[in-house]
C-alpha cells in the first residue's frame, strides 16, 4: 500500500544522489567550522562558545532525526535488494565521516574553549600574599627573652621587684654608703616623697636574698633609670640584667666560666671573655667584662671602635657588706654578680647608631625586629 | 686623664713598649683607651676607676707599673737651696673648718721671676694636654700631674693682712674665680680667705684678685687636704669642674700634702728664682689614723680561686705601699698607706693580689648545678600575650616612664580617687616630671610621632609599670599595665586583599585572642562612658565581674588635641589584675554525635539593644535542647527607621541522643522568639 508508493518515489529520486546531496550540504555548512582542527586558531572565549552552539546545531541539523541522512537510512530497506548492500554501505560512511568532522571540530573547540578559560583565569603569582598585618617584638624583650632562657637553662631563677625604691634597695643595701656620688641627684631620679628610681636593678639582689635566702641563683632584668640627657647613647631609662649566684664556695672562676658560658650561647662558641679590675661599691672584687668583637673576632673593626673587645658589664664578688644587708653569713657564703644593659647589647647586635629610637616606637624601626 | 710615656720612663725606668704598657694597665684596672703616637712621646689616655683617686698622677700610675715590673718608682728630689726665714714669720694659717679641712700647709717663696716656662716644662704640660701659663702656674699644674696633689700659688702681696684663713663661706658672700665668672657662694661652701674676703673656692678653684700675675713678686704655696665629699659638694653647685677638683673629690692623700709642696717649691726656686722659707706653715690638728686590715691568705683563693704563694702576696701588697705590720699563722696584717681610701676591708686586699696576679690567670669554670632554673611566675603568660598580640597585627611599643599630666585619662580602676601623680624633683625632660599612671599617653605620643612621618598604619601594644601615690610615707603604688591603640589600615596595603580600616572590633579581636592565649575566661565588654573615649564607641571591660579596663574610639577633644584626622582606638587594661587571676583548665568536652538544628531569625530592635542582652535574655529563657545563640550579622540602612537596627542571630539546638526533627526544634524556637519580641519590644523582620 503505503509503502509500495514510497518505493516507487525513492526509485525515482535515485537514493545515491541524495545521499551525495546530503554531504555536499554537509560540507557547505561545515566549512567555517574546520578551521578549528588546524593549530594556531585564535578565537575569544565568547566567539568560542558561540561556534559551540552552532555546531552542535549543525550535528542536529545534519544526523538529526529530521535530517537527510537519517531519511536516507529510512530507504535502504527499500531499494533494491542488489543495490541495497552498497547503499546502506555509502549512507553509513557518509554519516560516520560527517559525525567523525563534526566530533573532531567539536573537541577542538572544547580544547580551545578551555585553554581560554585557563588563560582568563590566569593569576599573577608575584602579588604579595594574604595575611594579617605581622606584629613584632620589641628588640628589647627580644633580647631579654635570649638572656632569660639561657640563665634560666644554667639554673638560675628570674626575679622582679619595684621600680621606685627606698634608699636602703637602692643604695645603703648596696653599700653605697651616704655622700657617695651615685646617691647624688644629678644622677638619681628622687620623687617628692624622696624615694628613689631604682638606678639599678641590683635592687632585686637584696630583695630576692631576703625572700629566698642562700643559697640562691637569680638574674633580675628590668628598667632602670638615669638623669642622663638623651642623646644618642645615653637614655634616662633602660633596660639591665643583674645576676647573682650565692653559695657555699663560690669563687671568681665560677663568675668566669657563667659569663664565659653565656656569651657562647649568645654571640657564638668562639667568643672570648677578658675580666679587667675595676670598682663597682656592691661587689669586691670588681671586674669589668669584655667580650670579643661578634663582628670581627678581635682583629678590630667599627661595631667594637677598632679594639676587637666589646663591653658587656659589670661584676665582681658580692661585697660582704651587700650578704650581711640581705642577712646573708659571709662567713659561710660566697657569691659573684655581674649586671649588663640589655639596650646596650641590642645596640652592639643591631649596630643601632641612636639608641633614642629604642623608645620612639616608629612602626619603621619596630617592623625590623623578629 | 693623659699619661706621658716618657715621664713614666724617667720615674720608673720601664724596659715596656707603649703598647705592652697598655695592656698590662689594662690588666690591672687602669684600663688604657687610647695610645696617641707623638712625634717623641706617647700619650695614653687612661680610665681610672673612681675610687682610685691616687692614680690620677704619674706617680700613681708609676706605682702600679712598677709593681708590674717589680722595679721602683724614683721620686724627684725636692732640694731647696736657697732658704731664709720661716713662713710663719709672714704669713698666718687658722682653720676654722676642721672637718671639711683637716690639714693646710703654706710655704712662700719670695722675689720670684714670672715669666714663661722652659720649653722642657712647656712640652711636657703640652703633651698631656696642658695649657702653659706662666713659670709658677705651670710649676703647680707640672706637680698636680707628677704628686697627684693640687697646689695653689697666691700673690701674696694681695693678700689682706697676709692671712689664710680656712673657713665656710659667710651668706651673701661671692667671688670672682679665674675664668673670670662672679659666683655667688652658699654658706656649705669652704673657702679660703685672707683677713678680708675669700681668695679661692678651696679645692675648686682660685680667685682672680689673688691671682699671679707679672708683677707678682712673692707667691704663697698652698697644699691642703679637703674633705671629698664637700668638694664634691661645692664643685656641683658651682658648676666647675677642675683638675683640682677631680682629684679632691676622689680623695688626695694627706700624708702627701708636704712632698709635694717641697717638689713646686723647689721648682720654682730653680725655675723662677727667689728664696723660699725653710719650711711649711703645716696646720694639721687631728692627724690621719693609719688603718691595719688582716688578710688571710687563704681567703685569695677562697674568693678567686688563684693560688698565690703567701710571700708574692707579701711582694705585691708592699710595693703597693702596704706595710706589713704583723704577720701571724693564719693571717697578714697590714697598714693601708694614707693615699689609698678605697682599701678598708679583707676583700680589698684580695683584690689588689688578684689584679696583680692577673684576672687572666684565674680559672673558667662553671659553679656546680644547685637549683632548677624557673622563669618568674607570669612570664609565660606574659609570653603568650605577646604572642597573640603580635599574631594579630600589633607591634610592641617601649616609652619612657616619665610622662606630662594625663587629666583627661580615666585611670584604671586599681587607682581610686585617693591616688595622686608620683611627682619627680628632678626630671631630666622638663615636661616629663610625672611617672606615668596610664601607658596611653606615651602610645598616643607613638601614634603621633608615626603619623607626623607619614605613617598612617600604627598599632601598637606596650606592658609596663604604671604609678600612683600611696599613703603618705609609704612607697608608691606599682601595677602592670598592658595598652593598646590602632589606627589607620587593618591590612598591609601593597599585598592581595582590599584595603580596610581598623575599628572597634579589630581591637577587640586582638585583646580576646590575648586573653584566649593567656588561657583566662573570656571577658566581657559592655557599653560604658570613659572619659577618654568617644560616648557610643567605648566599653568597660570586666572579668569574672570586675572592671579591668575600657576600650573604644578616642575621644574628639583628645584626639584634636594630638591633632588626629582619622579614629584612634585605644585600650588598657590593669595586667596585675590579669595576671593574677586563676587560668583555665583545660579540659576535653566530648566532641556531639547529632548534628545541631539552627534557627536564624533577624530581630528589628532599639539601637541601644546589644547582642550580648539578646543572647542572655535567650539563655535565660533556658529553652529544651538550647545550645546558644550567636551572632550572624546587623543590618541598618535602608528599609530600617534610623532608630532601629536589625539584628541577626543563629539559634543552635541539639539533643544528646537524636537528631532532632524540625517541628521538635520550632515548638522550641519560636516562643523563644516571642519571648525576646515582647521583651525587647521587637518585630522579627
Not at chain 1, 294 to 306: L, Q, V
Not at chain 1, 344 to 359: G, N, P, V
Not at chain 2, 341 to 359: C, F, K, M, N, P
Not at chain 2, 518 to 538: D, I
Request: with cysteine; charged share 25%.
Amino acid at each position: 500500500m503505503g509503502s509500495s508508493k514510497e518505493e516507487i518515489t525513492v526509485a525515482e529520486r535515485n537514493p545515491n544522489q541524495e545521499v551525495e546531496a546530503a554531504r555536499e550540504a554537509f560540507e557547505r555548512e561545515f566549512e567555517r567550522f574546520a578551521r578549528f582542527t588546524g593549530s594556531g586558531v585564535d578565537i575569544s572565549l565568547n566567539d568560542a562558545n558561540t561556534e559551540q552552539r552552532a555546531l552542535a546545531e549543525l550535528r542536529t541539523k545534519h544526523l538529526g532525526k529530521k535530517s537527510a541522512i537519517a531519511g536516507a537510512k529510512k530507504l535502504i530497506g527499500k531499494v533494491a535488494p542488489e543495490e541495497r548492500a552498497s547503499f546502506g554501505q555509502l549512507v553509513q560512511q557518509t554519516e560516520g565521516s560527517i559525525a567523525q568532522r563534526i566530533d573532531e571540530a567539536e573537541q577542538s573547540l572544547k580544547s580551545l574553549i578551555e585553554a581560554a578559560r585557563i588563560e582568563r583565569e590566569r593569576i599573577d603569582v608575584t602579588i604579595p600574599g594574604r595575611r594579617p598585618r605581622p606584629g613584632h617584638l620589641h628588640p628589647i624583650t627580644l633580647m631579654r627573652q635570649r638572656i632569660e632562657d639561657i640563665f634560666v637553662s644554667l639554673g638560675y631563677a628570674v626575679e622582679d621587684d619595684r621600680e621606685i625604691e627606698t634608699d636602703f634597695y637602692n643604695f645603703d643595701a648596696l653599700n653605697i654608703p651616704e655622700g657617695h656620688p651615685a646617691r647624688d641627684p644629678q644622677d638619681t631620679f628622687y620623687t617628692t616623697e624622696g624615694f628613689a628610681l631604682r638606678s639599678q636593678t641590683s635592687t632585686v639582689q637584696i630583695h630576692a636574698m631576703q625572700r629566698r635566702g642562700a643559697p640562691v641563683r637569680m638574674i633580675a632584668p628590668g628598667r632602670v633609670f638615669r638623669r642622663d640627657t638623651p642623646d644618642p647613647t645615653h637614655n634616662p631609662m633602660f633596660f639591665q640584667v643583674e645576676g647573682l649566684c650565692v653559695d657555699r664556695g663560690i669563687t671568681m672562676a665560677h663568675l668566669k666560666g657563667t659569663l664565659a658560658e653565656f656569651v657562647h650561647r649568645l654571640f657564638g662558641p668562639d667568643t672570648k671573655t677578658r675580666f679587667r679590675p675595676s670598682y663597682f661599691p656592691f661587689t669586691e672584687p670588681s671586674a669589668e667584662v669584655d667580650y670579643s668583637c661578634f663582628n670581627c673576632g678581635g682583629p678590630g673593626c667599627r661595631i667594637c671602635k677598632w679594639s676587637g673587645w666589646i663591653e658587656l658589664g659589670g661584676s665582681g664578688m658580692v661585697h660582704p657588706n651587700v650578704l650581711r644587708a640581705a642577712n646573708v653569713d659571709p662567713g659561710e657564703f660566697t657569691g659573684f654578680a655581674f649586671g649588663l644593659g640589655i639596650d646596650r647589647t641590642c645596640a652592639r647586635i643591631y649596630q643601632l647608631d641612636d639608641i633614642r629610637l629604642l623608645f620612639e616606637n616608629d612602626v619603621r624601626f619596630l617592623e625590623q625586629f623578629r | 686623664m693623659f699619661i706621658s710615656y716618657n715621664w713614666l720612663r724617667e720615674l720608673t725606668g720601664t724596659k715596656l713598649s707603649p703598647e705592652e704598657i697598655r695592656d698590662r694597665l689594662t690588666n690591672v684596672g687602669l684600663a688604657v683607651d687610647a695610645v696617641a703616637d707623638r712625634s717623641d712621646d706617647f700619650i695614653f689616655d687612661v680610665e681610672v676607676p673612681s675610687n682610685r683617686g691616687d692614680c690620677l698622677s704619674h706617680i700613681g700610675v708609676a706605682r702600679e707599673l712598677a709593681v708590674i715590673e717589680r722595679s721602683q718608682v724614683s721620686i724627684p728630689k725636692s732640694e731647696v737651696s736657697n732658704v731664709s726665714g720661716k713662713t710663719s714669720e709672714s704669713a698666718s694659717v687658722e682653720i676654722r673648718d676642721v672637718d671639711l679641712c683637716p690639714r693646710y700647709a703654706a710655704r712662700i717663696v719670695r722675689n720670684v721671676k714670672i715669666g714663661l716656662s722652659p720649653d722642657w716644662l712647656v712640652k711636657k704640660l703640652e703633651a698631656i694636654g696642658q695649657r702653659p701659663i706662666n713659670n709658677v702656674a705651670d710649676i703647680t699644674n707640672y706637680v698636680l700631674h707628677e704628686f697627684g696633689q693640687p697646689l695653689h700659688a697666691f700673690d701674696l702681696a694681695k693678700l689682706t693682712d697676709r692671712k689664710i684663713i680656712v673657713r665656710r663661706a659667710a651668706k651673701g658672700e661671692s667671688i670672682k674665680t679665674l675664668d673670670g665668672v662672679e659666683r655667688k657662694l652658699e654658706e656649705q661652701m669652704l673657702v679660703i680667705a685672707d683677713a678680708k674676703a675669700p681668695v679661692a673656692v678651696a679645692g675648686v678653684m682660685g680667685g682672680e684678685f689673688s691671682e699671679i700675675s707679672n708683677l707678682t713678686t712673692d707667691v704663697l704655696i698652698e697644699s691642703a687636704y679637703f674633705n671629698p665629699s664637700s668638694v664634691r659638694r661645692t664643685a656641683k653647685l658651682l658648676g666647675l669642674h677642675t683638675e683640682a677638683s677631680h682629684r679632691f673629690e676622689r680623695g688626695t692623700d694627706p700624708e702627701g700634702v708636704i712632698a709635694a709642696q717641697s717638689r713646686c717649691v723647689a721648682l720654682i726656686c730653680e725655675l723662677a728664682g727667689g728664696t723660699a722659707t725653710e719650711d711649711a706653715l703645716d696646720v694639721y690638728p687631728k692627724p690621719m689614723q693609719t688603718m691595719s686590715v688582716a688578710l688571710r691568705p687563704a681567703r685569695v683563693e677562697a674568693i678567686t680561686s688563684l693560688q698565690v704563694e703567701v710571700d708574692e702576696m707579701r711582694r705585691i701588697l708592699s710595693a703597693l705601699g702596704f706595710g706589713l705590720r704583723a704577720e701571724e699563722s693564719r693571717a697578714l696584717s697590714f697598714d693601708v698607706p694614707s693615699w689609698r681610701h678605697d682599701v678598708s676591708i679583707e676583700e680589698d686586699l684580695v683584690e689588689e693580689v688578684a689584679r696583680h696576679t692577673g684576672y687572666d690567670k684565674i680559672e673558667t669554670s662553671l659553679p656546680p648545678a644547685h637549683h632548677a632554673g624557673e622563669y618568674h611566675e607570669s612570664e609565660e603568660r606574659k609570653r603568650a600575650l605577646r604572642r597573640a598580640l603580635s599574631a594579630h597585627g600589633f607591634g610592641e611599643a617601649i616609652n619612657l616612664s616619665f610622662i606630662e599630666l594625663a587629666n583627661d585619662f580615666e585611670l584604671i580602676s586599681a587607682f581610686n580617687a585617693a591616688t595622686s601623680v608620683v611627682t619627680l624633683t628632678n626630671p631630666i625632660i622638663e615636661e616629663s616630671s610625672r611617672m606615668r599612671q596610664t601607658l596611653l599617653l606615651g602610645l598616643l605620643n607613638s601614634v603621633r610621632h608615626n603619623l607626623n612621618h607619614g605613617i598612617r598604619e600604627v598599632s601598637v601594644f606596650e606592658m609596663g609599670r604604671i604609678f600612683g601615690s600611696n599613703e603618705k610615707g609609704s612607697l608608691p603604688l606599682e601595677r602592670e599595665s598592658l595598652a593598646l591603640v590602632a589606627t589607620g589600615g587593618i591590612q598591609e596595603a601593597d599585598r592581595a586583599q582590599p584595603a580596610r580600616e581598623v575599628d572597634f572590633y579589630d581591637l577587640k579581636g586582638a585583646i580576646e585572642a590575648a586573653i584566649e592565649a593567656m588561657n583566662l575566661p573570656p571577658l566581657t565588654f559592655e557599653p560604658a562612658t570613659v572619659r577618654h573615649l568617644r560616648p557610643g564607641q567605648s566599653a568597660e571591660i570586666s572579668a569574672n565581674g570586675a572592671r579591668v579596663g575600657t576600650m573604644g574610639r578616642l575621644a574628639d577633644l583628645i584626639a584634636v588635641e594630638y591633632k588626629f584626622r582619622q579614629p584612634v582606638f585605644v585600650a588598657e587594661l590593669d595586667l596585675t589584675t590579669l595576671l593574677e587571676m586563676s587560668p583555665q583548665p583545660v579540659l576535653y568536652a566530648p566532641l556531639p554525635r547529632f548534628p545541631s538544628i539552627v534557627r536564624d531569625v533577624s530581630l528589628l530592635v532599639n539601637r541601644a539593644v546589644t547582642v550580648a542582652e539578646l543572647a542572655k535574655a535567650a539563655a535565660d529563657q533556658t529553652p529544651a535542647h538550647f545550645m546558644g545563640a550567636t551572632f550572624v550579622g546587623t543590618y541598618e540602612g535602608e528599609g530600617i527607621p534610623d532608630n532601629k537596627r536589625s539584628v541577626t542571630l543563629r539559634f543552635e539546638y541539639r539533643a544528646d541522643d537524636r537528631t532532632m526533627r524540625d517541628d521538635e526544634v520550632d515548638a522550641i524556637h519560636w516562643p523563644v522568639v516571642e519571648a525576646l519580641k515582647k521583651q525587647f519590644n521587637a518585630e522579627v523582620r
